[in-house]
């Protein structure tokens, strides 16, 4: 089945405790991207990755890093987060001249 | 430069009544729109496209959505709704690659029996 999956799907973590949210799509798409969702803000684009080795940054990239060794994985890490990264994450992936594919989202509490 | 507004932030319809969501568009080219949903507690799904063929876009449940360039407009209708629809619903507009999009800040449609 086509996918993108993300882990994990909920984290409760505390201000400075560097975390890795992992995100994998099986079906070979060139494009990735990670979005974070708050009331009332919509989605927000932070990174987005145009194949392996290639990131640009978003609309919100402050605090987030990204990197892209394989073509299927397209982590999010935050080296320091802290309590305005609490959101819902969602990372997404798409092939040439298709739509994107999103994933089940990971809900984020930074205390 | 992109941008996308969605007029409303609450819509509530009656099972059985036809559904309007609204949403302007702002594209310095050709734009690429979308309406994706969100239920409770869910990912996203995509409901319909826009790609410059047809202007009339039909999508999945029912839902279609007119392009109007003349009022930078796409407007997404339902004739009748049903409980099932009850969600958050996102206009978006993306560049003409297809790499950046841009949300609007939501709708959520409240069915009401």
């Known amino acids: 089945e086509a996918q993108v999956t993300q882990n994990p799907r909920y984290l409760i973590t505390v201000t400075g405790k560097k975390l890795t949210v992992t995100c994998s799509q099986n079906?070979?798409?060139?494009?990735m991207s990670w979005y974070r969702q708050d009331p009332g803000l919509g989605l927000r684009q932070i990174y987005y990755?145009?194949?392996?080795?290639?990131?640009d940054k978003g609309d919100v990239p402050e605090g987030y890093k990204v990197s892209r060794k394989e073509k299927r994985n397209f982590p999010l890490i935050l080296e320091s987060p802290s309590p305005n990264q609490t959101s819902l994450y969602f990372c997404?992936?798409?092939?040439?001249?298709?739509?994107?594919?999103f994933g089940p989202g990971t809900r984020l509490l930074v205390l | 430069a992109q941008s996308v507004t969605q007029l409303d932030s609450h819509v509530s319809v009656s099972e059985g009544t036809p559904v309007l969501l609204r949403c302007n568009y702002s594209?310095?080219?050709?734009?690429?729109l979308f309406w994706y949903v969100q239920h409770p507690n869910k990912g996203l799904q995509l409901l319909l496209k826009?790609?410059?063929?047809?202007?009339l876009v039909k999508g999945i449940n029912g839902f279609e959505a007119e392009f109007k360039k003349s009022e930078t407009s796409f407007h997404l209708t339902k004739p009748s709704a049903h409980m099932s629809d009850a969600a958050e619903y996102f206009c978006?507009?993306?560049?003409?690659?297809?790499?950046?999009?841009?949300f609007g800040t939501g709708t959520r449609l409240q069915v009401f029996p």
């Open positions: 997404a992936s798409r092939g040439r001249l298709e739509t994107q594919y």
């Open positions: 079906m070979n798409h060139e494009y």
């Open positions: 990755s145009m194949n392996v080795e290639v990131t």
């Open positions: 594209s310095s080219y050709s734009p690429s």
């Open positions: 826009y790609t410059s063929a047809a202007t």
């Open positions: 978006v507009v993306s560049d003409p690659w297809g790499d950046k999009l841009i």
